[in-house]
Each structure stands twice: as C-alpha cells, then as structure tokens.
C-alpha cells in the first residue's frame, strides 16, 4: 500500500517551519493547542460572532454616533475626549465580550483584526498591562505572566479567542481590549495575499475552503466575494422552495442509483451494487420517479435533487449539478410557463433585491419574459432561405427542401470541425468589400457568423482557401446522410436539423429571459404532441444571456404512445446516439394505471446562480467542482 507522506502534502519550506516551531512555543505557554471548544458571550442575543455583534443594534448606533464626530474633523485631528469617553461608558454597560475568529494578519503590534468569514473587528492587546492566557490544561487555568509571550508568537490565519470590553478608537473604529487570550488553532500554512486575493481559478475552485479563506481577507471586492456567491445561491433555493411550498407542493426524495438510465436524454455513470449483483446508473434526472407519484395521487411534488451526466465539462457543464424538478397534474404547458416566471421572479427579488441584475456586459430585465416559437425565432435572425419564408412557412420549407437541410449540415459540420476552438466575429459587409485582406485580423470577437462565411465561401473561394476557410464537397452529401441515419424518416431529419439551426444561430442571442415553445416531437420523448401538430411537443425551453435555464413540457401521460416513444430511443441508441434513452418497463406500468394530464420542468439551479451572481463559470457557483487530477510538482 502506498500512503502519501504528510511532508509531501504539506512541503516543509521556510514558512512551514517558522509556523511549527511557534506552535511548540505555544504548546509549552498553553498545552493543547487544539482544544475542543471555546464559549462565546451573548450580548447580540445569541452565540457574538463578530458580525453578529456588530450587527447588534445598540452597539451599531453606539459606532454610527462616533463616525459621525469624527466625519467632521480634519485629518489626524481626534474627537473631543469628553465625547468618546462617554460614548466608551455606554460601551461598557455590556460587560465583557468573548468573540473568536481568525487572525487576518500577524501579531506584529498591539492591534489586529479578526474574522468570522465574513466581518472583521479590531482586537487591541495591551503590551504593559497584558492579557491573561488561558491554558488548554482542561480546567482553564489562568496564567498572567505569558499573555505578551504568546501574542508575539502568533502567525497570520491562526485562530484565538478573547475576552474584554468593547471600546472605540480615534478613528472611531469598533474594538475589543483584550483581557484574556485563549489559542484554539494553528495555521500551518501561510494565508494568500490580502490584497489582490488567489489568481488561480483552479485553486480557487479546487480548494474551496482556501477561496472562502482568501475572498473572507482581501481588502477590496471586484463584485460578490465568494461566500457571499453562496449566500445568494442559499437565498435562490430556500426562496424557490417557500414559493412551491406555499403553492401546496410536496418535497420528495427520489433514488440517487437508478436500475435505468432514464428520465433524460444524456449519458450516464455506471456502477455496481455487489450485494444485489445489479448494474445502477447514477441518476440522470429525477423524471419518471416523480411522475409515478403523479400518478400514485401526489398532485404537486418537487425534488431538489443532484443529478449526474457523464459528459463534457465546460465553463456551462458540470458531471454533477443542481436541479429543480416539479410536476402539477391538470395543467399544462402554458400554466407552467406562467408559473416558472412568476417564481423566478420572486427569487430574483428576495436574493438580489431588484428584477435587474447585470451579467457579463449585458443588463437582463427579469420584469418580463418573452415567448416565441422555434420556427418565429430562426425567422427572425436569419437572411435567406429561412428569413423569406416567414415564421408560417419554415415547417413546409424543411419538409420540401433537402437543399435547405443540406446547406444547414454543412454550416454545422463547418463549425464543428473548424471553427470551434475559435472566437471569431462575422465579416461586415464592408469588409467584405474589402475584399477579405488579412483574415487573421479580423479573428478578434467573440463569436463567427456562419451565415456571412457562407458568403465568404460563395463570393471570394480563393481568398478563403488561403485563410484556411473551406468546405469540403463531400460534406453536403455526408453530413445530410449522417442525419437521415438517426431517424426514420426525412421529416423528423428535418425538424432535428431545425434544431440545430436554432442552437447555431439563435440561442446565443437570447439574451434576456425567453421562453421557445414548439419544440420538435422528435427530440422530446417524453412530452404530449401538441394537438394542433402532431410533429411539434407541448414543450419549452427558457433562455437566458444564451444559456438553457429550464425546461418543462405537458407531459405525456399515454402509456402506448410512450412505450412507442421509448422504443424509437432505443432504435436511436443502437445507432450509436449513447444520450438516447432506454425503454423504462415500470415506467409503462405506472402510466398504465392512469394518469392526470400534467405538466413538469426543471429548472438548472447552478445556471442560475451563475446568472445572479455574474459568474462566467459553473464552477465558481459550486462549492467543490469537479477537476482533472491535481498534479504533483514532480509531475509537472
């Protein structure tokens, strides 16, 4: 067995070392230095954490009245002594406070400050009086003589905690004169830099703890700081939560392992129960477990649950992930759009305070959501074939021309093979006129219209073969024939290929809250057809700043239909599409039982979070991410 050694996790260097020998000096001044509690005053009411005591509304007005007097003074002039000392008597009549907390830098003077994690408050010792220690012996014994000695010999992130009265310096700032001092934790490594923070985005990500240590010292924010991300994402869900609640919903728990890979189209984790000898699937999603109790009589059930999708990771992707599943049996796909809207803006308001947040440099209005079709949004923005058919006729359009379909394949094949790994701005139409001089320069912004690299390919061939920029001519034929091998039929090739239209054209431009409705039937196993067009489901999705934030559908409740539909997914699967779902037999059993017409959604908490705390990756929003192994530096 191979065991790591403790020296190769924590590297003994100069700071190390100066870190252990002050703990033995502190070892032989109190004894154990770990000691199992420390008792804190209550005169905020409940436990005084720092912020907690400063919160306290009679010591808040107490600062509130001395910052005013000293607003008025001229630099390096101080308050009128009969002003603080009566303020400091006030002060006084709440006795002694004991707070803890973490030391936010050395003990090199009389002053220093403490944290909670979240506030800090000044800590004064006072070198010719002392401060009595307190011995970690088991009985607290109170030793006046090295209180000095064991202040000098803390380090920058070491934990104490104090005893004293509360009192206000010259500048007005709350403090505590120590009269007694107690060691409760050595910091064994040094803190990161109180100024500028952790650079490295995978350290922060990778060890959390050590980012909420950082962002909790920093003297200056650029936005939230990092505990604050996740109070926000706390206030998002317990909001979410009393919404549904007070709306009659029913939390459940569903199972984490699933005998089926069911319940989305996505690819799972595996693995093995050895006492049932089963294969079980980390769930990809909670679906068809709250619609079985749907139909056992649970009208309005939700699930806070994690999910687990054993596919890329991206700034967008995470293998495991937040959702917010809930159904409503007797409604429908419009009553659930109504509802989601509603919700979220109830969420936004209580976590963020208004209906506006700004993400990245764009300002999104949660006041209002629109709702479009597929077919209308792709009309919209799109020149060409698309644009002059209207929103009427795109169905008709793909159904009769295969020229369409093939020329949307090689856009798509175009991207995929060229042009993913670049951030690329479309060419105006001037520099068009231009005739294309320097491709390379104009490789700039942040994303590439297709629609005018068409353009490019059709009016200036060699200028783009020199820029590296071709299609090859086998792609019209090959990337239609790939298509057509997934489905059945052209027409459900088709609908599929107005998808990936749409993702390629329209959904990165969905900045503010949008709903698209009328999604094909194909890509939407588990929802009704919509009785107006039995190629299109009742279904929608919600776009946000160009990310999917929800999804939600009237949901089928046709145990045949189903059964069919499952049946197609496996004949998708066996073609090679490894996200397709498998036929769900206990799932037919249920639906035959009967159920209510309904309607259902998830909603993707960690996007959202993303959105309101203005995180341009998933990973900031979630506590412990998942990484690439760590390298060693050996390995490096």
Known sequence: MSITAFEDIIVPNDQTEARLASLNELRELVGNVYPNKFDRSKVSGSDDTITALKAFEPVALIVDEIKAVVATLAERERPPVEIKDALNARLREFGNVRISGRLTTPTRGNFVHLTDGISKLQVYCDKKGGAALIKNDGSDTIDTENGWAAWQLLDHGDFIGVEGYLFITNTGELSVHIEKLQFLAKAMLPMPDKMH???????????????????????????????????RRAKIISSMRRYLEDAGYVEVETPMLTPKATGAAAKPFETHHNALDIKLFARIAPELYLKRLVVGGFEKVYELNRNFRNEGISHKHNPEFTMLEFYCAYMDVEGMMNFCEKMMQESVQKATGGLTVNYERNEIDFSKFERISMNESIARVLPGDAKRYGSSDVERVWLEDIG????????????VRKFNSLHVSGWSDEELEKNRIAAEEKIKKERFDLWEKTKLFETSMP?????GFRVPDSIWEISVDSILRKFKNLEAAQLTGLVDLFEEFVEPDLIQPTFIVDYPKSISPLSKASPANPNIAERFELFINGMEVANGFSELNDPKEQYERFVDQM?????????????????????SYG?????????????????LTNKHSIRDVILFPHLRPEKREEES
């Open 571 to 591: 004949t998708a699967r066996e073609g090679g599409d490894e996200e397709a779902m498998v036929l769900d037999e206990d799932y037919i059993r249920a639906l």
């Open 463 to 467: 200028t783009a073969e020199e820029a």
């Open 595 to 611: 159920m209510p017409p309904a309607a259902g959604i998830g909603i993707g908490i960690d996007r959202l979070v993303m959105l």
């Open 404 to 415: 369409f379909l093939r020329r949307l394949c090689a856009l798509r094949e175009l991207k």
């Open 197 to 231: 923070g952790i650079a490295d985005a995978e350290i922060r990500q990778r060890q959390r703890y050590y980012d909420l240590i950082g962002s909790s010292l920093m003297v200056e924010h650029d936005g939230l700081t990092t505990r604050e991300v996740f109070e």
